[in-house]
């Protein structure tokens, strides 16, 4: 399944724009309508064009950081006497193209938050149980380090991060080996716990957060056993972290795998959050994506 991750440009005629991998493995993006039909607009290359470096079933993501969109993933690194390398980069993918780290080929994950002027790309590190950590590296200065007090994390498991300005920190999500719940890490304490109402979640399943502030909640997006999406919320004050809510099911089109990436994003105007994934009879880097509008009023 392709990789997604979306962002909300104010004042468009199309305000959402959804990021993926393509079938030739380079970045594409599809334009999306708040209401109505969404329109078949993309900017992508074509198949028969100059093949990219981005694996296919990695995952992307995206921050505002220091007033651009970053869009961050995986990349191939070169061959080495025409051998392909065991390892990945961590990378900016856009609006440059810049290696700021790497990792083990058998990860997939990545996540990415910002405050504005310091952002955090998380990533695991590792290739088996014994050594695999979760690991962020700071922008703009590129100093990596290893969460500390970080439970480790599933294998083949996905990643989801936000910045809470009203609680003046970083959230991590991921499994860890043996567990379903999904943790939640908080990068000024340096801890984390799991999310007891997320116990419906599939294991290894794909994770997305969006933050409301018209509601000042976040919300927390996962697959279950049987391919249906589910979300949880709680509110967001300060110094104050609220419970979560009971997970609940969102009204869906077509059932997914449980790794097929969800890009989600806010709507104010609409009130509602946009879903975006894959279908499962959908191949690699196919820009039709499933559109579900989940509305604010109905997860009171």
Not at 235 to 261: F, H, L, N, R, S
């Amino acid at each position: 399944m392709s990789g997604i991750t979306a962002h909300f440009v104010k004042e468009s005629q199309y305000p959402i724009h959804v990021f993926y991998n393509t079938k030739n493995l380079n970045l594409g993006v599809a334009l999306k309508a708040t209401s109505g039909g969404d329109p078949n607009v993309r900017l992508a290359a074509l198949s028969s064009d100059q093949t990219g470096f981005i694996p296919e079933r990695t995952n992307l993501d995206s921050t505002l950081h220091n007033g651009m969109r970053l869009i961050v993933g995986l990349s191939n690194r070169p061959l080495i006497g025409g051998k392909e390398s065991t390892e990945y980069d961590v990378s900016i993918l856009s609006p440059v193209y810049q290696p700021i780290s790497k990792t083990s080929n058998t990860n997939k994950a990545i996540s990415a938050a910002s405050n504005g002027q310091k952002a955090w790309v998380y990533y695991f590190s590792g290739a088996n149980d014994g050594d695999r950590c979760l690991n962020y590296i700071t922008l703009p200065d590129q100093q990596t380090k290893t969460a500390k007090n970080a439970q480790k994390p599933r294998e083949n498991g996905c990643l989801a991060s936000w910045y809470s300005h009203v609680e003046k920190t970083a959230y991590t999500y991921y499994q860890s080996a043996g567990s379903t719940l999904i943790q939640e890490y908080n990068q000024n304490s340096q801890g984390g716990q799991p999310i007891d109402r997320t116990n419906s979640a599939a294991a290894c399943t794909a994770i997305s957060v969006v933050y409301v502030d018209e509601l000042k909640r976040v919300y927390l997006y996962f697959w279950d056993g049987e391919g249906q999406l589910n979300r949880v919320w709680r509110p967001v004050a300060y110094k104050m972290v609220a419970d979560w809510k009971p997970a609940e099911a969102v009204p869906m089109g077509a059932a997914a795998e449980i790794q097929t990436q969800i890009g989600v994003v806010a709507d104010p105007d609409g009130k509602q959050n946009h879903i975006f994934y894959n279908t499962s009879s959908v191949m690699v880097g196919t820009p039709d994506f499933t559109h579900v509008r989940d509305e604010w009023e109905k997860s009171d």
